[in-house]
T-cell receptor, first 110, second 115 residues
């Protein structure tokens, strides 16, 4: 069975600082991995996905994630945080259907 | 494309009443998912359909919940009778795994309040 663990339910960064949101997965087969973002009072929106092509995946809004098989990780990064990045972020692994992590709330401080 | 459409966006009802949530998936998508999101339990998969057939309803909390997909462009989630603990945001999502991509596209959600 597939699962994901998101380390840190809340992350705060200053505007302009590096954003790093952590995700570790467990999968018995090569995984498909996803990051979604949820802005207040909205549905989840796909940020990026890994489907066994390039290990460094670029997504929307300047986010990227690197698949590291040896570490079973798929951390999400952005070099410079913007106030508009404040949202909840979900990591997910494909196994029949998507299994979502518990989410990380990102706060961006001015 | 209009994306996944859900109605109503907000629903306030009294305990014991029947509630019906509606979803129109993205045209051409053959998988449809119903989720529930609460602060306490996070995002939970309730049920999903492939080609209008329910595949896994193990997430449906109890017999008060039922879901149907009469055709490829419409699905309903019904709660009868509703209870205050059903208050949550309910999301519908669709995907097209047959094309080799597995990402799900979410609707804006229905915020249900049961008083």
């Amino acid at each position: 069975a597939q699962s994901v663990t998101q380390l840190g339910s809340h992350v705060s960064v200053s505007e302009g600082a590096l954003v790093l949101l952590r995700c570790n997965y467990s999968s018995s087969v090569p995984p498909y991995l996803f990051w979604y973002v949820q802005y207040p009072n909205q549905g989840l929106q796909l940020l990026l996905k890994y489907t066994s092509a390039a290990t460094l995946v670029k997504g929307i809004n300047g986010f990227e994630a690197e698949f590291k098989k040896s570490e079973t990780s798929f951390h999400l990064t952005k070099p410079s945080a913007h106030m508009s990045d404040a949202a909840e972020y979900f990591c997910a692994v494909q196994g029949g259907q998507l299994t979502f992590g518990s989410g990380t709330q990102l706060t961006v401080l001015p | 494309d209009a994306g996944v459409i859900q109605s109503p966006r907000h629903e306030v009802t009294e305990m014991g009443q029947e509630v019906t949530l509606r979803c129109k998936p993205i045209s051409g998508h053959n998988s449809l998912f119903w989720y529930r999101q609460t602060m306490m339990r996070g995002l939970e998969l309730l049920i999903y359909f492939n080609n209008n057939v329910p595949i896994d309803d193990s997430g449906m909390p109890e017999d008060r919940f039922s879901a149907k997909m009469p055709n490829a462009s419409f699905s309903t989630l019904k709660i009868q009778p509703s209870e205050p603990r059903d208050s949550a945001v309910y999301f519908c999502a669709s995907s097209s795994p047959g094309q080799g991509t597995y990402e799900q596209y979410f609707g804006p959600g229905t915020r249900l309040t049961v008083t």
